[in-house]
Nanobody, 124 residues
Framework: QVQLVESGGGLVQAGGSLRLSCAASARTFSGYVMAWFRQAPGQERDFVGGISWSGDRTYYADSVKGRFTISRDNAKKTVYLQMNSLKPEDTAVYYC?????????????????WGQGTQVTVSS
């Protein structure tokens, strides 16, 4: 069983930055592919980005490419989402997810473990 706890959300003006963190309770954190998803009111949960278990490969949705960066610290069992140049359309609840696999997927249904989510609001 893996528990994930996100933190770092909040209210920021357009053009600003936020850094989200996701702390995991897994005994072997490095065995999990990690991803971030987001969900705006009335919309589906969308893939934001993902990172391989070693951290050497990252993947991003086109909408955030060049602005967001995913990283992980396996010693601290934490994955991060650095968000720069934020836009009002980035407003959503952000979730981290874990999958005991070597493949990063953009499909939410393949991730078994989820955090509770953290709200990010970008004002114009």
């Amino acid at each position: 069983q893996v528990q994930l706890v996100e933190s770092g959300g909040g209210l920021v003006q357009a053009g600003g930055s936020l850094r989200l963190s996701c702390a995991a309770s897994a005994r072997t954190f490095s065995g999990y592919v990690m991803a971030w998803f987001r969900q705006a009111p009335g919309q589906e949960r969308d893939f934001v980005g993902g990172i391989s278990w070693s951290g050497d490969r990252t993947y991003y949705a086109d909408s955030v490419k060049g602005r967001f960066t995913i990283s992980r610290d396996n010693a601290k069992k934490t994955v991060y989402l650095q968000m720069n140049s934020l836009k009002p359309e980035d407003t959503a609840v952000y979730y981290c997810a874990a999958r005991a696999n070597t493949v990063v997927s953009g499909v939410s249904g393949v991730y078994k473990y989820w955090g509770q989510g953290t709200q990010v609001t970008v004002s114009s």
